[in-house]
């Protein structure tokens, strides 16, 4: 989510993100907070698209489009709350 925030702060509101996890609730649920931030910024371009698919869906994807390779890569880490004992 902070990618999309860095993209909208600087004026980029054409993009495609493909989010890759292998736990499927951790893929709705980031869909479900796109959801709810699209509703926030109105004015993101309708082209725009963002998916949180699994690894072999993302690998079609990427090699669907004719093209291999990405003009970026991050890696993120939801994280987890800890409390001391």
Same mark, same amino acid.
Request: hydrophobic share 40%; proline share 6%; charged share 30%.
């Given at each position: 989510?902070? @990618?999309?925030?860095?993209?909208?702060? $600087?004026?980029? +509101?054409?993009?495609?993100?493909?989010? %890759?996890?292998?736990?499927?609730?951790?893929?709705?649920?980031?869909?479900?907070?796109?959801?709810?931030? @699209?509703?926030?910024?109105?004015?993101? $371009?309708?082209? +725009?698209?963002?998916?949180?698919?699994? %690894?072999?869906?993302?690998?079609?994807e990427?090699?669907?489009?004719?093209?291999?390779?990405?003009?970026?890569?991050?890696?993120?880490?939801?994280?987890?709350?800890?409390?001391?004992?």
């Amino acid at each position: 989510m902070s @990618l999309l925030d860095l993209l909208w702060k $600087n004026g980029i +509101s054409h993009y495609r993100i493909i989010a %890759i996890d292998p736990n499927e609730p951790r893929r709705e649920r980031v869909k479900a907070i796109y959801s709810r931030l @699209l509703e926030a910024k109105p004015q993101i $371009n309708p082209e +725009s698209t963002f998916d949180a698919v699994d %690894i072999e869906t993302a690998k079609k994807e990427v090699f669907s489009t004719g093209t291999v390779g990405f003009d970026g890569v991050i890696e993120v880490s939801l994280g987890l709350c800890w409390r001391r004992p």
